[in-house]
């Protein structure tokens, strides 16, 4: 595992950014503000997902959001999603109420930098708070001294946490620990004679 010093998904984002995992796996679209070139939604074992503040679940598949694509197809750069995050509200602020995505998009478009934010609405937070935060997007606190290790999943691990502490199906956990090792067995069979032919 890798200890993140601030934010969880700002370490994921920028491993990815790096090419040292392929994207983050969020709910939240966090993950895109502080840099990730992609992110994966939906990602469960069930495959479905409780409503909030009701006994109901709804049916979910994953999702792959690309940030290239998203900025492009937005006609924005970075700095200016990380504002529509700020007015319609993220991890660290309120947003603004009122306010959704088309209408951020909107006003960003009119804006050149942060400062022009404050013109064209009221945050709830100060906008010294408000220009932290974006900071905290655009240039996240991370640790770049990390080393990623590939090791067999641990099953009776791996069980202990999913299905004792966290109630998930003992079935379906141990079938998705049989297809993730034959995925690693697979992935480092294939490295492992490459490094041997070509090393």
Known sequence: YVDAKHDGEAQAAYMAAKGDVWATASQDYDSLLFGSPRLVRNLTISGRRKL??????????PEIIELDKVLSSLGIDRRKLIMIGLLVGTDFNEGVKGIGPKTALGIVKKVDDIDDLFKYTRFKESPEIIKEVFKLFESPDVNKEYKLEWKRPNREK??????????????????????????????????????????
């Open 52 to 61: 909030p503040g009701r006994d109901e679940y709804i049916k979910i598949m």
């Open 158 to 199: 791996i069980i202990e946490f999913l299905c004792d502490e966290h109630d998930f199906s003992r079935e379906r956990v141990e079938k998705a620990i049989s297809r993730m090792e034959k995925a690693y067995d697979k992935f480092f069979a294939v490295k492992g004679l490459d490094a041997w032919l070509f090393g």
